[in-house]
């Protein structure tokens, strides 16, 4: 039997063979197993194949590993197994050798070995998060043409790879200039050789990757290698991909979409005769990132005569002259290590609701206090120990508070979203507020002149504000600049333009300004603009280039800057007598840099004229002298930290209610109550059983339901709450109300872009606003943070768990596999439960749920899914929430619901939505053929995970707030879920996908008391999960029409902002 090598056991002949940068490569994955898996399958998911140039084995990847099987089939033996995951492994044309994919030393190379899995090495080295796909060998063996790419580039890119270690060569570029679009950009993938070695023939595409694809996308391309010539061969409406070349070059086998489904036809290289060979096989992966190709590999057989793939989770032979297919039994004994889990048992806070950011804090010119807003309201606080004190802004929104240059004054603005607001100055202690614009509007930013007579602010109107659509995203915004005379004279516009920060310098008679040109300034009359700065630093995984930093403060003496990007602070030396506006990069060695915070930081400033340098992180503020601030690489000394804390009171109902007589769904198993009270005290359930046989007390108010359907509220596992507005924060933020009109009564946004969301749950949870349980992760963790260690995992996430106090975390494409390990061991040290983005890369969802990573967020884009990958999800106990609502791998579900329902008119929409919202949605989209949608797939896997035991969730995407959790629902059910079992998935399991099992998703004792009343029986139809009467959250009761609380309050809610807007009949030409 052929020995079975660790994959921790890296040959030692790598060295002398590779570059020095091998050893990087070579420094294997830091983490060690946890926990270990042992089962047995006899079918897998994707499986890439390669059949032995004697015929007689066959080579495919399973789980990660690489096993050899018989070419008549039998059981499997496994040559690489680990926790490195090992892909596409194929046999070089003599067959001693193997080539593969893996991230065994911490990136994506590819690697070559003996046949038998032993004296593995890299034959690439690159350490950047590339990702590898498709390894195929030159015809003399002396070669590997493997495709890669970074998400940035967006397209495959091919290369050739020696095992000589001498320099790689492109073969194909993706973009041939630097302005070059993605639109234009050029994929190669799937390269083969011909046998005579004169072509290689591979897929390609014009344009990057898209979501929902055009038909036709790929085509397959010849290439000569001698002249570099390129040529297409064969097109189709379907695509063409994924070449194979038969072993006398005359035939090539290539796979293409006919209708909905992928199959396998065969074109004559010779005649140009083109035939189907096979069809349906794999469902092909034109929609996702094909991390592993579009279609797993296939190969012909020796002689020419079979074709060998995976078709069905099973291995097939597929006779080239009949099409014929015949079994190729296998079975493989699957035996993973697995990292330890990351799930949590998390809690609600008790107690009272602690702030958990303070917002735009200003210090004071003596630099002995700050001034900021936290919830909303207007708070100074004595950097001597002392509490915040709250100011009196007379029950309205207050933000962006400023001093005075003397110290004794502060300005500031209001806003709400029906009225907008105004800009006000108050004395420091709170006295003598007075407003000081006549025009509502949006102010934001306001600073005092340093001669105390104006306030220099930015404004737009409030219409535009509250009527788009788009992420509120950045600290810059479209505004006019205007200088507003604190007697009481008119406003003056100074400029209009693309604004955020505004501050002044020792130059009294300069206004300075961080926006769309980097640091500038102007005179207070607008004249002689200038462009100072800018700084650049890492961006988002999918963009290109190096990004403008976020917030940047000049110091007073305008020698340094102090700038914010990824939520870290660093100081920046401002050049001398540049002749052209510097442009300094945050990771350019050759600038005079410093990285301040090892935490992290939400909002940065300057004090004390310039000698100290400030941050907040959550509701903290830190502070830094200057002078101790060092340009090497020792650990900054000095830093003060000042906790702002700032509580209100939870809410908390105070009553008794006796739901009687409806049917109770508890989700406790599969328990239903007919006839059933439930017993709710303050915001607990306390009980509940059949109709009087609990103990009520006498002062409970008793409430008939019967005829009705009373079950736990749901919970989206899965939500983006990004229609809220950001910085300036809006109390009555239609998002959430939406939410819990349509029964959802807690949530996890699990990637929020920015900080404000945590505001807005200190909000919900002190009863200043209406919403769900508005849990979050805060922003996701991605790959710009650049982990160099374990310690610099520790202390980012350290950030989330200690300052922003959240229990969930998001682990976006935070790096490579190494970096990526490094996030989940600290996410499990710190107590923090994290889930993962899949971006359409089955290879990648494969090595989170492998590295005990709790949750796995969007659909497992290979369907359908086999036996292993059933297993492991369900042996793993990762979470699944598929959001098949944005259906990742093909054309998105909301499409098919849109056009399905009238959402545009329907009256309780047009009750919590802005009409403008609704349009934006509703009245264009993209239509496909009902044929097209592929969710059913999706949800026909996911069905199977959990019926076979595994962890499923019910996340919306918040696609369409609220409603948009129902339509999920009934995608899952289009899988062969049962009306139960899709709403079992929406509460109790997806309250344990979110860690909070223990507290939300049943009715049961001791639970909260988060409840819908339904008018029709959801056992009967999923459907009837929207006809909701009533929702209870946190014990109070509302109206599902109409949000009004009806107990134990009488509490209408408001009109809200955009209630009224529609035109008046009056004005309607006929």
């Known amino acids: 039997m052929t020995p079975v090598f660790s994959k921790s056991l890296v040959s030692l002949a790598l060295a002398g063979l590779i570059v020095s940068t091998a050893a990087r490569a070579e420094n294997g994955l830091p983490m060690q197993p946890g926990r270990n898996l042992n089962f047995t399958v006899s079918s897998g998911t994707w499986m890439s194949l390669d059949v032995s140039p004697d015929g007689k084995s066959i080579l495919f990847d399973l789980l990660g590993d690489i096993y050899r099987l018989d070419i008549k089939g039998g059981k499997a033996v496994p040559l690489l197994t680990g926790m490195a995951v090992e892909t596409q492994p194929t046999y070089s044309p003599d067959g001693r050798m193997i080539a593969f994919i893996s991230d065994r030393g911490g990136n994506e190379n590819v690697w070559v070995a003996k046949a038998d899995g032993s004296a593995a090495r890299a034959i690439s080295t690159l350490d950047n998060n590339m990702e590898f796909s498709s390894p195929a060998w030159s015809t003399d063996g002396k070669s590997v043409y493997v495709s890669h790419l970074t998400a940035s580039l967006g397209v495959y890119e091919l290369w050739q790879y020696m095992l000589d270690g001498s320099a790689p060569v492109r073969v194909t570029q993706g973009k041939i200039s630097d302005d070059q679009p993605k639109s234009t950009r050029y994929t190669a993938v799937g390269a083969v050789a011909s046998r005579d070695g004169k072509y290689l023939y591979y897929a390609t595409r014009i344009g990057a990757h898209e979501d929902h694809t055009t038909f036709p996308a790929m085509t397959i391309t010849r290439r000569e290698i001698a002249s570099g010539r390129e040529e297409p061969v064969v097109s189709a409406q379907g695509s063409a991909f994924r070449p194979a070349l038969s072993p006398d070059d005359r035939y090539l086998v290539y796979g293409t979409r006919y209708d909905s489904e992928t199959g396998l036809r065969i074109h004559d290289l010779r005649t140009g005769e083109d035939r189907w060979l096979a069809y349906p096989v794999q469902l092909d992966q034109q929609e996702a990132f094909a991390t592993s190709d579009i279609l797993p590999r296939y190969s012909f057989t020796p002689d020419g005569k079979a074709i060998i793939l995976s078709r069905g989770n099973k291995i097939k032979r597929i006779d080239v002259a009949t099409g014929q297919a015949t079994a190729i039994p296998f079975t493989a004994d699957v035996k993973l290590g697995i990292g330890p889990s990351t799930r949590q048992d998390i809690r609600e806070a008790t107690g009272p609701v602690q702030a958990r950011l303070v917002q735009t804090p200003a210090?004071?010119?003596?630099?002995?206090?700050?001034?900021?807003?936290?919830?909303?309201?207007?708070?100074?606080?004595?950097?001597?120990?002392?509490?915040?004190?709250?100011?009196?802004?007379?029950?309205?929104?207050?933000?962006?508070?400023?001093?005075?240059?003397?110290?004794?004054?502060?300005?500031?603005?209001?806003?709400?979203?029906?009225?907008?607001?105004?800009?006000?100055?108050?004395?420091?202690?709170?006295?003598?507020?007075?407003?000081?614009?006549?025009?509502?509007?949006?102010?934001?930013?306001?600073?005092?002149?340093?001669?105390?007579?104006?306030?220099?602010?930015?404004?737009?109107?409030?219409?535009?504000?509250?009527?788009?659509?788009?992420?509120?995203?950045?600290?810059?915004?479209?505004?006019?600049?205007?200088?507003?005379?604190?007697?009481?004279?008119?406003?003056?516009?100074?400029?209009?333009?693309?604004?955020?920060?505004?501050?002044?310098?020792?130059?009294?008679?300069?206004?300075?300004?961080?926006?769309?040109?980097?640091?500038?300034?102007?005179?207070?009359?607008?004249?002689?603009?200038?462009?100072?700065?800018?700084?650049?630093?890492?961006?988002?995984?999918?963009?290109?280039?190096?990004?403008?930093?976020?917030?940047?403060?000049?110091?007073?003496?305008?020698?340094?800057?102090?700038?914010?990007?990824?939520?870290?602070?660093?100081?920046?030396?401002?050049?001398?007598?540049?002749?052209?506006?510097?442009?300094?990069?945050?990771?350019?060695?050759?600038?005079?840099?410093?990285?301040?915070?090892?935490?992290?930081?939400?909002?940065?400033?300057?004090?004390?004229?310039?000698?100290?340098?400030?941050?907040?992180?959550?509701?903290?503020?830190?502070?830094?002298?200057?002078?101790?601030?060092?340009?090497?690489?020792?650990?900054?000394?000095?830093?003060?930290?000042?906790?702002?804390?700032?509580?209100?009171?939870?809410?908390?109902?105070?009553?008794?209610?006796?739901?009687?007589?409806?049917?109770a769904i508890t989700m406790k198993g599969d328990e239903v109550i007919e006839d059933a009270d439930v017993l709710v005290i303050k915001n607990r359930i306390a009980a509940v059983g059949k109709r009087g046989t609990l103990e009520v007390p006498s002062t409970a108010e008793i409430r008939d339901i019967s005829g009705q359907y009373v079950m736990p509220g749901f919970v989206d596992t899965h939500a983006h709450w990004a229609e809220i507005r950001r910085g300036v924060l809006d109390r009555e933020s239609y998002p959430f109300l939406a939410n819990l009109a349509y029964g959802v009564t807690a949530g996890l946004d699990v990637s929020t872009l920015t900080i404000d969301t945590l505001a807005y749950q200190d909000m919900i949870d002190a009863g200043m606003m209406i919403g769900p349980r508005a849990y979050s992760t805060s922003t996701a963790v991605f790959s710009f943070n650049e982990f160099q260690s374990l310690d610099h995992a520790r202390n980012v996430l350290r950030r989330y768990k200690d300052y922003y106090r959240v229990?969930?975390?998001?682990?976006?494409?935070?790096?490579?596999?190494?970096?990526?390990?490094?996030?989940?061991?600290?996410?499990?040290?710190?107590?923090?439960?994290?889930?993962?983005?899949?971006?359409?890369?089955?290879?990648?969802?494969?090595?989170?749920?492998?590295?005990?990573?709790?949750?796995?967020?969007?659909?497992?884009?290979?369907?359908?899914?086999?036996?292993?990958?059933?297993?492991?999800?369900?042996?793993?106990?990762?979470?699944?929430?598929?959001?098949?609502?944005?259906?990742?791998?093909?054309?998105?579900?909301?499409?098919?619901?849109?056009?399905?329902?009238?959402?545009?008119?329907?009256?309780?929409?047009?009750?919590?939505?802005?009409?403008?919202?609704?349009?934006?949605?509703?009245?264009?989209?993209?239509?496909?053929?009902?044929?097209?949608?592929?969710?059913?797939?999706?949800?026909?896997?996911?069905?199977?995970?959990?019926?076979?035991?595994?962890?499923?969730?019910?996340?919306?995407?918040?696609?369409?707030?609220?409603?948009?959790?129902?339509?999920?629902?009934?995608?899952?059910?289009?899988?062969?879920?049962?009306?139960?079992?899709?709403?079992?998935?929406?509460?109790?399991?997806?309250?344990?996908?979110?860690?909070?099992?223990?507290?939300?998703?049943?009715?049961?004792?001791?639970?909260?008391?988060?409840?819908?009343?339904?008018?029709?029986?959801?056992?009967?139809?999923?459907?009837?999960?929207?006809?909701?009467?009533?929702?209870?959250?946190?014990?109070?009761?509302?109206?599902?029409?109409?949000?009004?609380?009806?107990?134990?309050?009488?509490?209408?809610?408001?009109?809200?902002?955009?209630?009224?807007?529609?035109?008046?009949?009056?004005?309607?030409?006929?």
Do not use: C
């Open 363 to 663: 210090t004071s010119p003596d630099g002995q206090s700050i001034a900021f807003s936290a919830m909303t309201q207007l708070y100074v606080m004595a950097l001597d120990g002392s509490r915040p004190r709250l100011l009196p802004t007379h029950g309205q929104a207050a933000f962006h508070p400023s001093w005075s240059a003397d110290g004794q004054s502060l300005t500031y603005i209001t806003w709400d979203a029906k009225g907008g607001g105004h800009v006000w100055r108050m004395n420091k202690d709170g006295s003598k507020a007075v407003r000081l614009t006549r025009e509502p509007g949006y102010y934001s930013n306001p600073i005092f002149t340093p001669d105390g007579r104006s306030v220099i602010a930015l404004r737009s109107g409030n219409h535009a504000r509250m009527h788009v659509l788009p992420f509120e995203f950045g600290t810059s915004r479209q505004a006019d600049l205007v200088r507003i005379p604190l007697d009481g004279g008119d406003i003056k516009l100074i400029r209009s333009g693309s604004f955020g920060s505004v501050q002044f310098t020792r130059d009294a008679e300069r206004i300075y300004l961080y926006g769309g040109d980097g640091l500038s300034s102007l005179r207070l009359d607008g004249s002689d603009y200038r462009q100072h700065l800018r700084v650049t630093g890492p961006g988002y995984y999918f963009l290109e280039g190096r990004f403008p930093v976020e917030d940047l403060r000049v110091s007073p003496d305008g020698k340094w800057a102090i700038v914010q990007i990824i939520s870290e602070a660093y100081l920046v030396a401002i050049p001398d007598n540049a002749t052209e506006v510097p442009v300094i990069d945050l990771g350019d060695p050759a600038a005079k840099t410093r990285k301040l915070t090892t935490i992290g930081a939400d909002f940065i400033g300057w004090s004390d004229g310039g000698k100290t340098l400030n941050w907040t992180v959550g509701s903290t503020y830190f502070r830094l002298p200057l002078a101790n601030v060092t340009f090497d690489k020792a650990p900054l000394t000095s830093i003060e930290k000042f906790p702002a804390i700032v509580e209100m009171p939870r809410d908390i109902p105070d009553g008794v209610i006796l739901l009687r007589g409806a049917t």
């Open 807 to 1070: 229990d969930n975390l998001k682990e976006y494409r935070a790096g490579n596999r190494r970096q990526r390990q490094w996030v989940a061991m600290a996410a499990r040290e710190i107590g923090l439960q994290p889930t993962t983005e899949g971006a359409l890369n089955l290879k990648l969802d494969l090595s989170q749920i492998i590295d005990g990573f709790a949750g796995n967020e969007h659909t497992l884009v290979a369907t359908p899914l086999g036996q292993d990958f059933v297993e492991l999800v369900t042996r793993a106990h990762v979470s699944y929430s598929p959001t098949l609502i944005i259906t990742h791998g093909g054309p998105p579900a909301y499409s098919h619901f849109y056009a399905a329902n009238n959402v545009h008119d329907d009256p309780k929409v047009n009750h919590f939505f802005p009409h403008f919202a609704i349009d934006s949605k509703t009245r264009r989209g993209h239509w496909y053929s009902e044929k097209e949608f592929l969710y059913p797939r999706f949800a026909a896997d996911a069905a199977k995970v959990y019926r076979a035991g595994g962890l499923l969730g019910v996340g919306s995407h918040s696609e369409f707030e609220g409603l948009a959790y129902h339509w999920e629902m009934q995608a899952l059910a289009s899988g062969g879920l049962t009306p139960h079992e899709v709403l079992k998935i929406a509460t109790i399991g997806s309250s344990e996908v979110i860690g909070r099992k223990s507290e939300l998703g049943s009715i049961e004792p001791g639970k909260f008391a988060d409840l819908i009343i339904l008018d029709k029986n959801p056992l009967l139809d999923i459907k009837n999960s929207l006809a909701l009467r009533q929702v209870m959250k946190n014990g109070r009761l509302y109206n599902a029409d109409t949000l009004d609380e009806v107990w134990p309050r009488q509490k209408p809610l408001p009109p809200l902002w955009f209630h009224g807007e529609a035109p008046p009949k009056s004005h309607r030409v006929p």
